[in-house]
């Protein structure tokens, strides 16, 4: 039995069922909520360049806190809820979270792209699945 269950959170509707997923399936388990901020997403202007990169930065903060309470009210109460706020490439830090947070099993949302849409986007669940030390489990 698991004992320590990352659930990445992206704001994705597949986030929310990857988290209503390892709260039935691990109902004793402490579920370890992770969002990556990627400052380079968002923000850059007509000439390509960031125009306000803190301001990104404080934006996605604040998006994460409210994937996280949104997140720890689905999980109620009675839940052993974590949050780790990490920045970086978004399948790199979660694989990093895992020996870095002793975790078990990472539960996880799928966009389901395929084709060309994921040769140009990449694919993170699919890059964790590869690359992490634990078991992952993916929601559609």
């Known amino acids: ?3 320590r269950i990352l ?4 704001g994705s509707p597949q986030a929310q069922e990857a988290l209503r997923y390892a709260l039935d ?7 370890v909520l992770a969002h990556v ?5 968002g923000g850059a ?39 780790e706020l990490l920045a970086g490439r978004p399948a790199t830090e979660i694989v990093g979270c895992v020996d870095d947070h002793d975790i078990d099993q990472i539960v996880m949302g799928s966009h389901g792209r395929d084709g060309a849409a ?3 986007l990449g694919s993170v669940s699919e890059t964790v699945v590869r690359r992490s030390p634990v078991p992952v489990t993916v929601v559609r």
């Open 25 to 31: 399936t691990f109902p004793e388990a402490t579920i």
């Open 118 to 120: 994921r040769l140009l």
């Open 37 to 41: 901020l990627t400052p380079v997403d």
């Open 1 to 3: 039995m698991a004992h």
């Open 45 to 83: 202007g007509a000439d390509g360049l960031l125009g306000d990169p803190a301001g990104v930065v404080n934006n996605q903060r604040e998006r994460a806190e409210e994937l996280f309470d949104d997140a720890e009210a689905t999980a109620g109460d009675d839940r052993a809820v974590e949050r």
């Open 7 to 10: 659930v990445p959170l992206d």
